[in-house]
């Protein structure tokens, strides 16, 4: 892929979700980056410096809210616009507390391809 590309991060402990979220966003003009391993997402985030990620909430380990806290107590939370990406059923509180921590949004799977095409465009717009 060029280097002049955008990045995106993909953060998802499920290979399938993963696969689908890749298939979706392989139209745009992107330098797609998929991790499973949050703990291996984060070591390249200095490396390939995304514009945009895309963030599972529910993962082993290295769960999307600690990976959040994580940003925040670094103070990387402004490199890049974040997105939650969740199967939980969530409450205004919770959604609330997640972007007070720093989410651009908070997306429900199952994703609908054009809608989470069109907002990664407009994140990325934002950006560059």
């Known amino acids: 892929m060029s280097k002049n590309l955008p990045v995106i991060f ?4 499920e290979e399938i979700q993963l696969g689908l979220m890749k298939t979706i966003l392989s139209t745009l003009p992107l ?4 991790y499973s391993n ?4 984060w070591e390249e985030l200095s490396v390939h410096h995304p514009q945009v990620v895309l963030l599972d909430l529910n993962m082993p380990k290295l769960n999307g809210q600690g990976w959040m806290t994580r940003l925040s ?23 609330f507390g997640l972007l007070s ?9 199952p994703v609908k391809p054009e809608e ?11 950006k560059l």
Do not use: W, Y
């Open 10 to 13: 993909l953060i998802d402990d």
């Open 31 to 34: 330098e797609i980056k998929a």
């Open 38 to 41: 949050p703990e291996k997402a």
């Open 73 to 95: 107590e670094e103070r990387k939370m402004n490199d890049f616009s974040l997105v939650v990406v969740t199967a939980n059923r969530m409450d205004e509180d919770t959604e």
């Open 101 to 109: 921590m720093g989410a651009m949004e908070v997306v429900s799977k």
């Open 116 to 126: 989470i095409r069109q907002l990664v465009m407009e994140l990325l717009s934002e």
